[in-house]
């Protein structure tokens, strides 16, 4: 609405000129139809301006959807007392954080239903984030398909389902239930600082630090990150799912965020510190040990190139 507001202002003084006496007659009283050419020109290349910068910036705008969820485990397979995460960005946020209050949310197999409840809520940059875990033990060998009660979409796209690699189609997440039994995850080699992204977009800038390590015990796993503001001391935390490399034993992983959305936002302090748990399928956590992982948020001047 605002947009149609000024481009109707800009048009309107296209159309008429600009009203106050001086400029409404022409200097050169011999020549009025040059001055009005002139003065209509450079209205109209106001309007052009303008229109182009809206422009840009609805196509900005539109890189940024308004619905997306993501679900771990990201498999097929689910330990029997294992742990769910779910997260939803835009709209989806708002879904996610209600959750077993206007969204009752289980899990369902042909003979068996079994409520999920939230262990922790983690709020990211735009993103909501809930670590679910099944109120029973769920029976090993069934399948059983996430439901959420209630919820009815405003549009086709706002719904929560995943992709099925073996239909190739989008499908409420289901999961076979395992008995599996992890080792338990150590580090091989502590995170460490490799990048420091940060670009500049329309609706904002893209900021991250990347770190790799190794971890000994299983491939599949989260890693529970707190990030504390130095000189804020507050803290936020982020299960984030780790990224594979050229090197099957290095893993990586991100902290900040992309132009939209992302598990972390940086404030205007500098200064940062991290730590790191480990967590496996059944939400068994081998937690943090020694000294927070200190670092500098990325800027235009300290990012590194591309």
Known sequence: MANEIIIAFFLKKAKHGKRNNKLACPRNKSRPFEYYKQTKLKNMKKLLFVWIYLSTMALASADCSDWATSFYPNGQTL????????????????????????YPI?????????????????????????????????KVGEKYTLVIEKYMPQAEHHTFTKHNY??????????????????????????????KHYVEFGCGPSRSVAFSFEVKGSAD??????????????????????????????????????MCSGEFAFGQEVDYTATFDLV??????TAWVGKEVAFKKPTKETRDEE
């Open 79 to 102: 330990s029997s007392q294992g742990i769910m995460v779910i997260e939803g960005y835009g709209q989806a946020s708002q879904v996610v954080s209600q959750f077993n209050t206007t």
């Open 106 to 138: 289980y899990l369902q197999s042909a003979k068996h239903k079994v409520k999920l409840t939230i262990k922790e809520t983690n709020k990211g940059y735009g993103t909501l984030q809930v670590v679910l875990v099944p109120a029973e033990p769920l």
């Open 166 to 195: 073996s239909t190739q189609k989008y499908e409420p997440p289901t999961w076979e239930i395992t008995n599996t039994v992890q080792n338990t995850l150590s580090w091989a080699k502590k995170p460490t600082e490799t990048k």
């Open 221 to 258: 796993y989260l890693v529970r990150v707190t990030l504390t503001n130095t000189a804020k001391k507050t803290k936020s935390t982020y299960y984030i799912l780790p990224e594979n490399t050229q090197n099957v034993a290095v893993q990586a992983l991100s902290i900040g965020h992309s």
């Open 280 to 285: 496996d399928t059944s939400g068994k956590i």
